[in-house]
Nanobody, 119 residues
Framework: QVQLVESGGGLVQAGDSMSLSCTISGGTFSPYLMGWFRQAPGKEREFVAAITWTFGATNYGDSVKGRFTISRDNAKNAVYLQMNSLKPEDTAVYYC????????????WGQGTQVTVSS
């Protein structure tokens, strides 16, 4: 019943900005934490950013600190990822994920959206 749907991916040039959205649907589920991950061809899945639902505490992967900003809208059950100063190495499929409660694991995953950054 719980579904996460990403949107906002596409093709941009290096240095451009892009915003991704993830909406939670199905039931009355409210997460403890929402996160963004990405995976490029031939590489392991990489942590990008996370935000707690109640207090909005954030955490970022080293490769995106200072360039990406995660935010959430509790009323809309949505999480966003603002990506600035994009680099070709940011090219990947971006996934949103949710934790039901404090845990090292994520319980729900979206289908992903492709972000391609040309040089």
């Amino acid at each position: 019943q719980v579904q996460l749907v990403e949107s906002g991916g596409g093709l941009v040039q290096a240095g451009d900005s892009m915003s991704l959205s993830c909406t939670i649907s199905g039931g009355t589920f409210s997460p403890y934490l929402m996160g963004w991950f990405r995976q490029a061809p031939g590489k392991e899945r990489e942590f990008v950013a996370a935000i707690t639902w109640t207090f909005g505490a954030t955490n970022y992967g080293d490769s995106v600190k200072g360039r990406f900003t995660i935010s959430r809208d509790n009323a809309k059950n949505a999480v966003y990822l603002q990506m600035n100063s994009l680099k070709p190495e940011d090219t990947a499929v971006y996934y949103c994920a949710a934790q039901r409660s404090y845990s090292r694991s994520y319980d729900y995953w979206g289908q992903g959206t492709q972000v391609t950054v040309s040089s």
